[in-house]
């Protein structure tokens, strides 16, 4: 019998009990169209593009921040864990693998 706190969701297992989201309008470099997050967490995220993605293939976007009056960039890189397209428009669903930050 399957554990009941994980389901399979477009070829990858999705615990129930994942990170926590914030919702966010984020706009993201990605891409030439560029992107915006729809929520975010510690292990992922969900963002909005013109652009397609691949099932299972890995992304690469930035986020720019300001600490301490300082611009960043957090770079981020994940695996593609869910696509969908909805009024030309995709929504990717990324789950990270690597982050860090350089200078704006």
């Not at 969908?84 to 930050?101: I, P």
């Amino acid at each position: 019998m399957q554990n009941p706190t994980n389901t399979v969701v477009e070829g990858y297992q999705q615990s129930l009990d994942r990170a926590e989201r914030v919702y966010a309008t984020l706009p993201l470099g990605y891409g030439a169209a560029g992107a915006t997050t729809q929520n975010i967490s510690a292990t992922g995220v969900l963002f909005s593009t013109n652009e397609d993605a691949e099932l299972g293939s890995t992304v690469t976007f930035t986020v720019e921040v300001v600490l301490d009056g300082r611009r960043l960039n957090l770079v981020c890189e994940g695996k593609v864990v869910r696509v969908e397209h909805q009024n030309g428009r995709t929504s990717v669903a990324a789950r990270l693998s690597d982050s860090f930050f350089e200078v704006a």
